[in-house]
């Protein structure tokens, strides 16, 4: 499994961007998902079951939101009214059900970084005021 980000950048305060990750090498609906910031620390975002259900750290709620495309394998974080707080690199990650679980098991949304063994190359975003 690789995860290939693209979006971000720079952007002023208020402003909007999507951030993209492409999976190759498994198929994105049986996966759960996230999405991290690291400044001091990685922390969560968004995260998502296989299911379809998200969750958000209340720092974004409202702001971000976190969708997949399944025909293009790929997963998006929409960020918008962004902050300068929102300034940090942004990782993408992936971690599936357990092995014995079957095509249709379950993996519940995740905030810790322990539980995802795939992650993307990262990227920054840099809010202005």
């Known amino acids: 499994v690789q995860l290939v980000q693209s979006g971000g950048g720079s952007v002023q305060s208020g402003g909007s961007l999507r951030l993209s990750c492409m999976m190759t090498?498994?198929?994105?609906?049986?996966?759960?998902m996230g999405w991290f910031r690291h400044g001091h620390e990685r922390v969560g975002v968004a995260v998502g079951d296989?299911?379809?259900?998200?969750n958000y750290a209340d720092s974004v709620k409202g702001r971000f939101t976190l969708s997949q495309d399944n025909a293009k394998n790929t997963f998006y974080l929409e960020m918008s009214s962004l902050r300068p707080e929102d300034t940090a690199i942004y990782y993408c990650?992936?971690?599936?059900?357990?092995?014995?679980?079957?095509?249709?098991?379950?993996?519940?949304?995740?905030?810790?970084?322990?539980?995802?063994?795939?992650w993307g190359q990262g990227t920054q975003v840099t809010v202005s005021t």
């Open positions: 090498g498994a198929t994105i609906n049986r996966y759960c």
């Open positions: 990650a992936v971690y599936g059900p357990p092995p014995y679980s079957g095509a249709g098991g379950y993996c519940p949304p995740s905030y810790s970084t322990a539980d995802y063994p795939y």
């Open positions: 296989n299911k379809g259900h998200t």
